[in-house]
């Protein structure tokens, strides 16, 4: 099983990304697809989850409105396009794959996953 996140970078605040989950070794369309972070010296924390068929989405209330999680499992791919990027979202970036689907507690995405990827830094500069 592998899951490769790429497309961090550094950008100004306002700027935009695109990260990207290549996923290998498990069925894809078996699993819901998060994306957590973890900015230095805090806890890691759920950013967004996107179930089987895409329909279902949830985000951190920090990011909604900014930030859209989308999959396309005939590439074996997740998605986190991160628009209007400020220097809070500063942090390392994990996609995820949890079977069957998405869990959502005290209004926060679970980490009880089955697979992490081995995530991808984005700095926002102010």
């Known amino acids: 099983v592998q899951l490769q996140a790429s497309g961090g970078g550094l950008v100004q605040a306002g700027g935009s990304v695109r990260l990207s989950c290549q996923t290998s070794g498990f069925t894809l369309d078996h699993y819901a697809m998060s994306w957590f972070r973890q900015a230095p010296g805090k806890e890691r924390e759920g950013v967004s989850c996107?179930?089987?068929?895409?329909?279902?989405?949830y985000y951190l209330d920090s990011v909604k409105g900014r930030f859209t999680i989308s999959r396309d499992n005939a590439k074996n791919t997740v998605y986190l396009q991160m628009n209007d990027l400020q220097p809070e979202d500063t942090a390392i970036y994990y996609c995820?794959?949890?079977?069957?689907?998405?869990?959502?507690?005290?209004?926060?995405?679970?980490?009880?996953?089955?697979?992490w990827g081995q995530g991808t830094l984005v700095t926002v500069s102010s």
């Open positions: 995820a794959a949890r079977y069957p689907g998405c869990t959502i507690r005290g209004g926060r995405i679970v980490s009880d996953v089955d697979y």
């Open positions: 996107i179930g089987t068929t895409g329909v279902n989405r």
